[in-house]
């Protein structure tokens, strides 16, 4: 919503509407018998690339300490904590069913703090995407990953891969983490 020019404030409050959707489509699955359910949550927006980029502030309070759009990743925990509050009421209403909330934000958020940790490279800071542009986060939405002139990085180890998407080191970090439990309430 925010990348079709809506502001801020707006996106907020669709937030209840989108989590209405997703759990009526979950509510409709588990009526038909399915037993097992990953709903997962969604990424720090403030810290994708794309965002920072066409979203840039020359406030520098406007930034989390790891550089990340706060009022951007303010939308993100707020999707995610009604999200779980709507899986806590279906696992009531559906107390045989296996219902998973499996997080991005927290991962994403622990790789942009500590990118070493995790084993990502940094090319300056570890908000710059792998595959992109230019600029300061490597993203500019008229050279983007995939067009002739668009260089990727040799070894994709950075977090973000076109300033949208992560890596697949990312992912994999993220899918592990869902398996043992670390990012997946309960493990998948």
């Known amino acids: 919503m925010v990348s079709a020019g809506k502001t801020v404030e707006y996106a907020n409050s669709k937030v209840p509407v989108v989590v209405s959707s997703i759990t009526s489509a979950a509510r409709s699955l588990l009526h038909q018998g399915v037993q097992h359910m990953v709903l997962p949550g ?106 002739s002139g668009v260089a990727a990085c040799p070894d994709p180890t950075t977090v973000n891969w076109d300033g ?3 890596t697949e080191k990312a992912y994999n970090i993220i899918a592990n983490g869902w398996r043992n439990g670390l990012y997946a309430i309960p493990p998948i």
């Open 164 to 166: 949208i998407a992560f």
């Open 42 to 147: 969604v990424v720090p927006l403030g810290c994708l690339p794309r965002i920072l980029t066409v979203y840039v502030s020359p406030n520098g309070s406007d930034y989390d300490s790891i550089g990340c759009l706060q009022r951007y990743n303010d939308i993100s925990q707020n999707h995610n904590r009604i999200l779980q509050d709507a899986i806590k009421q279906l696992q009531i209403e559906f107390p045989k069913a296996v219902i998973s909330y499996a997080d991005y934000y927290q991962p994403i958020t622990e790789f942009l703090a500590k990118p070493t940790l995790y084993g990502f490279t940094v090319n300056g800071s570890p908000l710059v995407a792998c595959c992109g542009g230019g600029g300061p986060y490597n993203y500019n939405s008229s050279a983007v990953c995939g067009q």
